[in-house]
């Protein structure tokens, strides 16, 4: 039995943090101290426990997301496909990483959601390697999902995962997700204690 070869996961970190900055956060984001690690850290040790491929995109020609994911693809041009993951979303779950890229058999673009709300990150096709690339500017790759959509290629999967949803602009969403880190290793330490 054969298997399907996986995709790359490109983690988009080039973003300058604005609104971050202007909120009263200290330095970049995605280096902001997190439970014992930076926010991107968070990131690529989900990855790394997804067992999948990483790319990292620090620099990108233009400053817009959509420069971003095309630099990306453009730099795994051989890869079976691509999962598109902002680097501001620390509480993703590595199971939900290997879902969405499970899904890539199904249709040409896999869109998770967590409580009807679409999310990250999303998984595109080798079919839709042209559209990725062509992409530039602040829009992301709306655009393809919306051309796949109305072909009927899109796959919604629905995951028990509020990390698909929950990302770091502000200082305060740094806060906020402190905490659930907090509040999630109580009730692993609860549960473990139990035995």
Known sequence: MSTMPLPVVVVLAAGKGRRFLAS??????????????????????AVAEAGLS???????DGEGMGDSIAAGVRATADAAGWLILPGDLPLVRAASLRAVAAGLQQGTVVVPHHDGQA??????????????????????AASVV?????????VDIALDDPGLITDVDTHD??????????????????????H
Request: proline residues 2%; contains cysteine; aromatic residues 2%.
């Open 24 to 45: 009263g956060g200290a330095g970049h984001k995605l280096s902001a101290p997190l439970a014992g690690m930076s926010v991107l850290d968070h990131v690529l040790l």
């Open 146 to 154: 919306q051309a796949e959509r109305l072909g009927g290629r899109v």
């Open 119 to 140: 999310g990250h990150p999303v998984g595109f096709s080798r079919a839709c390697a042209a559209a990725l690339c062509a992409l530039t500017g602040d829009h992301g």
């Open 54 to 60: 990483v790319h990292v995109v620090r620099q990108a």
């Open 173 to 194: 969403d740094l806060l906020r997700v402190q905490t659930m880190l907090m509040s999630a290793s109580i009730l692993q330490g609860e549960c473990h204690g139990k």
